[in-house]
């Protein structure tokens, strides 16, 4: 059988995706049409009008015999406890099929060919889709500063602790701290990654994705063995924007991958979230110009500024921040006249209180009575006078 899910079905995407890199928009809608296997069968007898993709599978397929990589593939994920989500899976991450529509101003094969994911390579026992359903990606630079971790680490364990995934590439800087503030917090956080699920990159972060193994997931594109080339770095950022339901990026350069990823979510239209840095940083180059040139981009500082944004209209709302309420803000504005009125030092007569706020003396003595009600006025002797004001 080659039915969508079928045997036939998952080899033949894996074929695909080794044969052509991931996004490919021909390919794609070639599958859309005709399905995997059948597509398969064409790209190998070089039976496609496109010149350039029909040399690109020819130069390829020297490397190898396609079908037998992707058996390879699929059982070398086997012995490492990994497996094989095609679109046909109940766990496939269906938010990721908005890439369907994605179209980039700017040319160039990286943005053309943004199409969404034949399969995905995944590591961790937790469910693909249901996993991904409630979920953020944070991303940002590689050469973070300390403002840049910290600010990352207190927003990633927040969402966790709300009860959401955690997203991000795995990578040093933002990503790390992304991935190590949702572990942090006992949370749920996926890598998706640039290179095969057995050899996650860089190395350095080895432990890191051992734990995210037991508390997550990572995913990729890319079959077992595959190579972190660099181009491919660019092609997986397109699944962040889209499996999540919103993006934030903490820290990022002028021009650098994570503003790349938010070139996509925002033609995506999902909520693209910047967090503010210091102005006399490089690292806030990136950020701040987001932030300036695009109207849709949203300023966040906090998990529950973040949560307002990808939760449910009314879900998370928070009140705005303020500063602790004393008894002189709920004063109304006669009573605020008056208490201007009194003499720096010393006393004061109703009459002189009338004549300094310019209010007639009834008003005066009323307001008076509720003032000292209130404990903000005295009256003594000589006069009233002023209860010396505590916060």
Request: aromatic share 4%; charged share 25%.
């Amino acid at each position: 059988m080659s039915g969508p899910g079928s045997h036939a079905d998952r080899v033949a995407r894996a074929a695909l995706t080794w044969l052509v890199e991931p996004g490919h928009r021909v390919v794609w809608t070639l599958v859309q049409q005709a399905g995997a296997p059948a597509v398969l069968d064409r790209l190998l007898a070089g039976d496609i009008p496109d010149g350039s993709l029909r040399s690109a599978v020819a130069a390829r397929s020297r490397a190898g015999d396609a079908r037998q990589v992707a058996e390879l593939g699929l059982r070398q994920a086997a012995r490492i406890g990994a497996r094989l989500v095609v679109p046909a899976d109940p766990e496939w991450p269906v938010r990721v099929e908005t890439l369907a529509t994605l179209e980039l101003d700017s040319g160039g094969r990286i943005n053309q060919d943004t199409r969404p994911p034949l399969c995905f390579w995944v590591r961790g026992d937790l469910p693909l889709g249901a996993t991904l359903d409630r979920s953020v990606a944070m991303v940002g630079a590689r050469a973070a500063t300390e403002y840049g971790e910290h600010v990352t680490m207190g927003l990633a364990s927040g969402l966790a602790e709300r009860g959401w995934t955690v997203v991000s590439g795995g990578a040093f800087g933002i990503d790390a701290a992304a991935h190590r503030g949702t572990l942090a917090a006992d949370g749920v956080t996926v890598a998706v990654l640039a290179c095969g699920v057995e050899r996650p990159y860089p190395l350095g972060n080895a432990a890191m994705f051992d734990r995210i193994v037991e508390r997550g997931l990572l995913i990729s594109e890319w079959p077992p063995g595959a190579e972190p080339l660099r181009h491919r770095f660019l092609i997986r950022n397109r699944v962040i924007a889209a499996a999540t339901a919103g993006t934030v990026v903490v820290e990022a350069a002028a021009r650098s991958g994570a503003t790349q990823t938010m070139s996509r979510v925002l033609a995506l239209n999902r909520p693209a979230m910047v967090v503010p840095g210091p102005v006399t940083s490089a690292m806030s180059v990136g950020c701040h110009g987001l932030l300036r040139n695009h109207p849709a981009a949203r300023l966040v500082t906090s998990a529950a500024d973040v949560l307002e944004e990808v939760g449910r209209i009314g879900e998370y709302l928070e009140p705005p921040p303020r500063g602790r309420e004393r008894v002189r803000d709920r004063l109304d504005e006669e009573s605020a006249l008056i208490l201007e009125a009194f003499p720096r030092g010393g006393t004061a007569t109703p009459e002189d209180l009338a004549a300094e706020a310019r209010l007639d003396l009834r008003t005066v003595l009323r307001r008076l009575s509720l003032l000292e009600a209130a404990g903000l006025v005295i009256r003594t002797e000589s006069g009233i006078r002023l209860v010396r004001w505590r916060s």
